[in-house]
């Protein structure tokens, strides 16, 4: 068997690995019967739904701003303390989702 944890597979199933843990998962995956099987238990496991409150808030992405906050977060035109909210949930949560729309913002953006 390989490093994979289970974590790492509810992460890799929540798109919040980086990109060389991400490849190290896919790899480990292709090759592995029984981690291929792990990762069918937690995807059960995760769609009976958790219902604590902390559970929905992740799942529903309640603390991330809006792409329009985002871009406004890129573009320095939204007030202070969103902001310094914006830039607290990028760099000191490292909300992936996030990170990635900002990416892509900025892509678009030409930068």
């Keep these: 068997m390989?490093?994979?944890?289970?974590?790492?597979?509810?992460?890799?199933?929540?798109?919040?690995?980086?990109?060389?843990?991400?490849?190290?998962?896919?790899?480990?995956?292709?090759?592995?019967a029984e981690l291929q099987k792990q990762l069918g238990e937690i995807r059960e496991e995760e769609d009976r739904g958790e219902h604590t409150a902390g559970a929905i808030w992740r799942r529903e992405r309640v603390s991330c701003p809006s792409r329009e906050q985002l871009g406004g977060y890129l573009l320095g035109s939204i007030d202070e303390g969103l902001e310094h909210y914006v830039r607290f949930h990028l760099e000191m949560v490292g909300c992936p989702f996030c990170q990635a729309n900002l990416d892509d913002l900025r892509k678009l953006q030409g930068g």
Aim: proline share 3%.
């Design 2 to 32: 390989s490093d994979i944890t289970r974590q790492m597979l509810r992460d890799y199933l929540h798109d919040a690995l980086p990109e060389t843990e991400l490849a190290a998962v896919e790899r480990a995956l292709r090759g592995s």
